[in-house]
C-alpha cells in the first residue's frame, strides 16, 4: 500500500532554514504528481507546493513564493520541501501528499497522505 513517511521538521528559528523529506513507496513514485500541504492549529489543509511527477514545473502558492521550493529524486522516490525564511506563521504539521494523478492542482487535491512532521518557528 501507498507510504509516505515525512522527516525532517523541528524548530526552526524565523528567518533561518528547515529541509523537509518524505521517503515514498508501494506505489510508481515517478509516476504522479506530488505535493506538500499543512495544517496550522486551528486551522484546515492548506497547499505549500506542487510538482509535477518529473520534476520539471512546479507550483507555489503566494504565500510560499521564493520562500519555499519543492524537488524530488525519483531515482531514491523521496519528496524534498526547502523552508528558507520561515516566520512563526508557518508553524504547523506538514504533510507530503500524493497528487491522484500526473497533474498540478491549484488547490489540495490528494488521494494518499503521511503522518506528518511538526515544524515550529520560533526563537
Known amino acids: 500500500q501507498v507510504q509516505l513517511v515525512e522527516s525532517g521538521g523541528g524548530l526552526a528559528q524565523p528567518g533561518g ?22 495544517q496550522a492549529p486551528g486551522k484546515g489543509i492548506e497547499g505549500v507546493a506542487y510538482i509535477h511527477s518529473d520534476g520539471s514545473d512546479t507550483y ?28 512563526p506563521e508557518d508553524t504547523a504539521v506538514y504533510y507530503c501528499a500524493k497528487v491522484p494523478g500526473d497533474y498540478i492542482p491549484l488547490t489540495p487535491d490528494y488521494d494518499a497522505r503521511g503522518r506528518g512532521t511538526q515544524v515550529t518557528v520560533s526563537f
Open 60 to 87: 507555489y502558492p503566494e504565500p510560499f513564493r521564493g520562500r519555499f521550493t519543492i524537488t524530488r529524486d525519483n531515482s531514491r522516490n523521496t519528496l524534498y520541501l526547502q523552508m528558507n525564511s520561515p516566520t
Open 17 to 38: 532554514s528547515l529541509r523537509l523529506s518524505c521517503a515514498a513507496s508501494g506505489f510508481s513514485f515517478g509516476n504522479y504528481a506530488m505535493s506538500w500541504v499543512r
